[in-house]
């Protein structure tokens, strides 16, 4: 069934959630083929502002291309409870996320966000599938991401096609961000992801982490708002989550201007290994 | 080496109650937000501006480079420097002389001055003795000695100090100061009720007429100056219980300035500067002069700008006839009404070492486009709102016009600038 799912309000996290939680069925992965559209909701700038502070953005009536991908992850949640996917975003790993932010958006602008999945393909350690998402004002579309999510042990036709990496050399970082051992608290608390990775330790050992790992949009929500004030008005912002960051850490951050940007990677503390590799382009 | 400086724009965010609409908003936020609108406006985006100077009186301690911070936040180079003052109410004012200074001296061709406050998000600190405690506990080298030091906390030691608006050689607050100089000079409750409503009516005016279109960018959903009541009236504010000078006092809520939050900026440059910028110069910064008075001594805290009037008056050879605009802070009405009856008094100038009564101010030059009585009072910010509003109505008047600006502080001190139209 193609078509769209018309929410008039957010869906619940928490069952959504559970149902996520649900080993995925072995054998050929499926993937849902419609869209998830949501009603544009009233925000509470509360949560805006509480949002901003907890990854260093400035308060400002606009925002940024992050915090729209945090409203539409609760659709990425939702489309992956559905019966019909047999990839389930508990297990799935982010491993890259781009998003373009068309023009200014106002905090107070109602968007109707969509969500869809796609482009399910082989890799060497299972499935990746994207969850395109999109932001409109209206009909004008303001905003749009994709977020690549690796399924570990799932299954898709054809050859793995090899992910092309972002690049990265070792350098001095030019600034050094100590990441509390709550911060993952203080992220759930405004992305509103429930996943406990984030926040148990021993959630995150079942994973196979020693320590809770920040979430990766608090990481790439952080860069961003390290060149905040260097933003073009319209801009695309892409991220390669390499590895994770077990909580507390200090991590090293590096940015570097381009061409049409920048350049800006998160480091170990030293700056020899990336957690995660961002650019920033101005969109046209 | 002395350079003509003209203020060329000026931005701020809508002003508000405190514990209103930017309740979730920091200082940072708000003058990044007031930057912001002006860059903006002025095409300054990226631009390496000579110098921003701001301040807050409600200063977090970690906001200790509140201003640079905002600029790294703010569309403006990084490369632009930026450093904090801060002088009470009068903070907006005293950074755009500390500009306007260093432009007139040739140290720089370009220069923005500001102030921001909020009321909401004041800093809150543990009590004196409990960070004496705690700083001992943090020096001991080891555990016993850290357990030894933090076994004095007491119960008492762990309630939050709250920033006090007291004067702290009086212990009296700005409202009880005034209302002590409100009796001594005897202001009637109704001629401050009718300074406070044609404050409120000036400032719906000029909002009204779209003068405030390019001084004001919106912030959190407010467009205008939420204190604003446009239908205010003097049998609205007659009603009001007196809150400051006990049962018998005439100071309410209504003539008193709320506490606000809020932040503003002004923009200043050399002409030449202006020209480049394609920007046009509203008015010229003339002169500044900083007075205080005595008040553990009895003085009269909020009068201090009358003595810093006189002598810029007679530093420039000129009287209130010369002013084409007044511009007075409104802390309370009762303080300009008292500022007023002040300039006429001879022996209170006298007493004050000026040569003799300022003089009589016509009242329909005294804040025509309203003031903080209105707009509201986020203190540093005060300042900063007034030299751009004033400006504007000096060049609406056409060059040569003047215009006075009078700003009350705390410790007894008040500043005050002249400008004129170019």
């Known amino acids: 069934m193609s078509g769209v799912e018309r929410l008039a309000t957010a869906p619940g996290m928490g069952k959504a ?10 054998g050929e992965g499926r993937i849902p083929d419609h869209t998830v559209e949501l009603a544009p909701q009233r925000l509470d700038p509360a949560r805006l502002a509480d949002y901003s502070r907890v990854c260093h953005f400035t308060l400002r009536d606009r925002v940024p291309a992050t915090w729209i991908h945090v409203l539409t ?8 409870g559905d019966p019909r996917s047999s990839i389930r975003l508990v297990g799935a790993v982010h491993v890259s996320n781009t998003m373009t932010l068309h023009r200014p958006v106002d905090a107070a602008e109602p968007l109707t966000l969509a969500v869809r999945v796609e482009n399910l393909r082989p890799h060497a350690k299972g499935a990746l599938i994207d969850l395109v998402g999109e932001a409109r004002v209206g009909d004008e579309r303001v905003w ?8 570990p042990g799932a299954h898709a036709p054809g050859e793995p096609v090899p992910v092309p990496r972002a690049s990265f050399a070792p350098a001095d970082p030019h600034a050094l961000w100590r990441l509390p051992q709550d911060l993952g608290r203080q992220y759930r608390r405004v992305s509103q992801d429930p996943n406990l990775i984030h926040t148990s330790r021993l959630a995150a050992k079942a994973f196979g982490f020693a320590r809770p790992i920040i979430h990766g949009m608090w990481t790439h929500a952080r860069a961003l708002a390290a060149l905040e004030g260097r933003l073009p008005p319209a801009y695309t912002a892409t991220a390669s989550f390499v590895k994770p960051i077990l909580l507390p850490a200090t ?10 940007g920048h350049e800006a990677a998160v480091t170990s503390s030293d700056g020899a290994k990336p957690f995660l590799l961002m650019g920033v382009q101005r969109a046209s | 080496m002395h350079h003509n400086v003209v203020v060329v724009g000026g931005n701020r965010i809508p002003f508000a109650k405190a514990g209103g609409p930017y309740t979730q908003a920091s200082a940072h936020d708000m003058l990044t937000a007031a930057l912001d609108g002006l860059i903006a406006r002025t095409g300054l985006s990226g631009t390496r501006v000579g110098e921003v100077a701001a301040g807050a009186v409600l200063k977090h301690p ?25 002088q009470a109410c009068a903070t907006g004012l005293e950074t755009t002389m500390y500009i306007a200074n260093k432009i007139a001296l040739g140290q720089l061709d370009s220069g923005i001055a500001g102030g921001v406050d ?7 600190t543990v009590s004196d003795p409990l960070r004496r405690i705690l700083l001992r506990a943090n020096a001991a080298r080891d555990l016993k000695g850290r357990v030894a030091a933090l076994s004095r906390i007491r119960p008492a030691h762990l309630a939050p100090d709250a920033p006090r608006v007291v004067e702290p050689r009086t212990g009296l607050s700005m409202g009880e100061h005034q209302a002590r100089t409100t009796a001594r000079w005897e202001i009637a409750r109704e001629d401050q009720d009718r300074l406070a409503v044609a404050s409120h009516h000036a400032l719906a005016a000029a909002w009204e007429r779209g003068f405030f279109d390019d001084l004001v960018t919106p912030y959190r959903g407010v467009t205008r100056d939420a204190i604003l009541r446009p239908d205010t009236s003097l049998e609205r504010l007659a009603t009001l219980k007196p809150v400051f000078g006990g049962p018998e006092g005439t100071m309410t809520a209504g003539n008193s300035t709320a506490l606000s939050d809020g932040a503003a900026a002004v923009l200043l440059g050399t ?20 007075a205080a008075v005595d008040h553990p001594g009895g003085a009269d805290l909020l009068l201090a700008p009358v003595g810093a009037t006189g002598r810029l008056l007679a530093r420039q050879g000129l009287t209130l006839d010369d002013i084409d605009l007044l511009e007075i802070h409104e802390a309370f ?3 300009v009404l008292a500022t007023l009856k002040a300039w006429e008094d001879e022996d209170y100038c006298r007493g004050l070492g000026l040569d003799g009564a300022i003089g009589r101010a016509d009242r329909s030059r005294i804040n025509v486009a309203g003031s903080s009585l209105a707009a509201g009072h986020p203190f540093a910010a005060t300042g900063a709102r007034i030299v751009p509003t004033l400006a504007k109505l000096l060049h609406e008047r056409g060059p040569g016009t003047r215009g006075l600006i009078s700003v009350c502080a705390a410790g007894g001190q008040g500043v005050v600038a002249l400008l004129e139209a170019v």
């Open chain 1, 17 to 26: 959630f559970a149902r996520a939680l649900l080993p995925g069925t072995r």
């Open chain 1, 73 to 80: 992850f609760p659709l990425h949640v939702h489309l992956l």
């Open chain 1, 144 to 151: 749009d991401g994709v977020s690549t999510y690796l399924s």
């Open chain 1, 251 to 260: 991590v090293g951050f590096r940015a570097t201007p381009t061409a049409d």
């Open chain 2, 62 to 86: 970690n906001d200790f480079n509140l201003t640079r911070e905002a600029v790294l936040s703010s569309a403006l180079a990084p490369e632009t420097p930026a450093c904090d003052l801060q």
């Open chain 2, 118 to 124: 909020s009321a909401s998000d004041a800093p809150i």
């Open chain 2, 271 to 290: 002409e030449e500067w202006a020209r480049e910028h394609h920007l046009t110069p509203w008015a010229r910064v003339v002169d500044a002069q900083v």
């Open chain 2, 333 to 335: 009405a009762a303080t």
